[in-house]
């Protein structure tokens, strides 16, 4: 086992793993759904904030070249959708209308803020959620059907994930190692 | 906000806004019944990358001239790690040994053809369904054995690792299958 953890820990590519080992370090685990659900986005916050501050802020304007790229978001972009995205998820169940985007989004720091704020948004969006509002039908950010606060705060962790995984191959096609896989 | 929706829905690299929008039918009523269309969702998106691409390209991982790429998994690695460890954690939710030999975290030497490797993933993701299907609001918040370290975690908690973890390599596959030439079937239009 002893093993395992040393593979998971110096895996490269193991993000997701080292979240769950994080849980060893943890003095006790939560216990309420809920509060599983905000440690797992404490997780993703500390890997996507991580990955957007490791890369340089020249890079910022990166996207790949050699394959089939046409269309996909630069390193920029990705850190706005994933903020924007979170920040309409965090909206979406607190019935409110997503915090405004913010009016300068061009330097790092900038960019790096308004996910940090999103996240932030997130956080206060979960401590929100009880066993009575949780699975109450609410209109849906997309679509047409209804969905539940609590189905939105399971996509609000999980998706990310598919952007950290991206983010990851962004930042060693610049020579950088993600914080994460270290 | 409405075009910030439209560019979700058609940004190239966004997955799960689809898998939102998929649900056709009344919302899941209980942590267990999201938990498990929400593994649907990920499995679609991940199996679905896997079959896109060439069993030639099975062994493919970008070269170290590519970028700090050493020691990174190959695309077919990829899919056995996320297979295996969705079996690790859902056997620990469900209190049994995986019903196959998993071989640790990146699962078993003798699967290696681009079929197997798929096979393998979708079994996984089946024996996941069952786990997300077991567990209850009594007994979802109880702790059970971690398959990762000494530590006692909650079936929830597991499940939740169960949505998240393919979606992390998920990111990283469709990268792969662009530098192959690849559009992820889940972003082409």
Redesign the interface.
Known sequence: ?KQ??A??LA???A???T???A??KAPA?????VA??D??LSH?EKGLVGLAEAMPEDKYSFK?T????D???DFAG?VK?LA??IA?YAGAIQGE??AA?PASLKTKAELVQYLKDSLGSAHKALAGLNDQNM?T?IP????K????R???A??M?????????????????????PPGSK | ?KK??I???I???????G???A?????????SE??D??TSN?EG?FIGAAEAMPEEKYTFA?STS????????TFGQ?VK?VAA?NYMLASAILGEKPPVELG???GPDNIKSKAEIVKFAKDSFEYAHKAMKSFTDQN??E?VQ?P???????R??LA??I???P?????????????????PPASRQ
């Open positions: 086992m395992l953890q593979v998971l895996s490269a590519l993000f997701g793993c979240s769950a080992l849980q060893d685990p939560p216990t309420t759904v599983t659900l440690n797992e993703l790949p050699q394959g089939k790229f269309g996909v978001l990705q959708h924007g995205g309409m209308k997503p985007e699975f039908p849906p950010p997309f679509g059907n209804p969905t539940t609590f189905a939105l399971v996509a962790v999980s998706h990310p994930n598919d952007h950290y995984g991206q983010m990851v191959e962004y930042l060693r096609m610049n020579g950088v190692v | 906000m910030l929706a560019a979700l829905v940004a190239a690299c966004c997955c799960c806004t898998a939102v929008i649900q056709d039918k009344a919302p899941a009523k209980t942590v999201v938990y269309r929400m990920a998106e970008p590519m970028g700090e790429f050493k020691g990174v998994r990829q790690h460890v640790g975290e990146n979802g918040m702790l971690s990762f370290g000494p530590n006692k975690t909650s929830t908690s939740m690792f949505i998240a973890h979606f992390d390599h998920y990111g990283q596959m469709v990268e792969y299958l662009r530098m192959n030439g690849i559009v």
